[in-house]
């Protein structure tokens, strides 16, 4: 089936959207099993957070069109580990991809530099 995921949805940058359009390994089209097994997967995973015990680095979009924010909460709230959250606002889908990546980069060398 195909996906109608709306490229544009993924970053602000629009010469990362020009590549993804022209990229033929780029899937266009997903299937319904591939649908309710990404969903039985973060049920999963919303589960099992609890008995994480690493400390965990979250960095998400704040205006993702693709996934579902208030379910990546959902999995903060279950973890009992160390964890450091960055929800950017006015950002995609593909964080690394944005425009504003390189604070996205300093946050995550940043944590890593906690845990040497």
């Known amino acids: 089936?195909?996906?109608?995921?709306?490229v544009q949805?993924?970053?602000?940058?629009?010469?990362?959207?020009?590549?993804?359009?022209?990229?033929?390994?780029?899937?266009r089209s997903a299937t319904p099993r591939w649908f309710t097994e990404v969903q039985q997967a973060q049920a999963a995973a919303i589960k099992a957070a609890g008995g994480i015990r690493q400390p965990?680095?979250?960095q998400y979009a704040g205006d993702d069109?693709?996934?579902?924010?208030?379910?990546?909460?959902?999995?903060i709230e279950?973890?009992?580990?160390?964890v450091t959250v960055?929800?950017?606002?006015?950002?995609?889908?593909?964080?690394?991809?944005?425009?504003?990546?390189?604070?996205v980069f300093t946050d995550l060398e940043r944590w890593i530099e906690t845990l040497l």
């Open 1 to 6: 089936m195909a996906s109608d995921l709306n």
């Open 78 to 82: 279950q973890l009992s580990c160390p």
């Open 56 to 58: 965990v680095l979250l």
């Open 86 to 103: 960055h929800r950017y606002a006015g950002l995609y889908h593909e964080i690394y991809n944005e425009i504003e990546r390189e604070s």
């Open 9 to 27: 949805w993924l970053t602000h940058d629009l010469e990362i959207i020009s590549e993804t359009v022209r990229d033929a390994l780029v899937h």
């Open 65 to 75: 069109k693709i996934a579902d924010a208030c379910e990546t909460d959902r999995f």
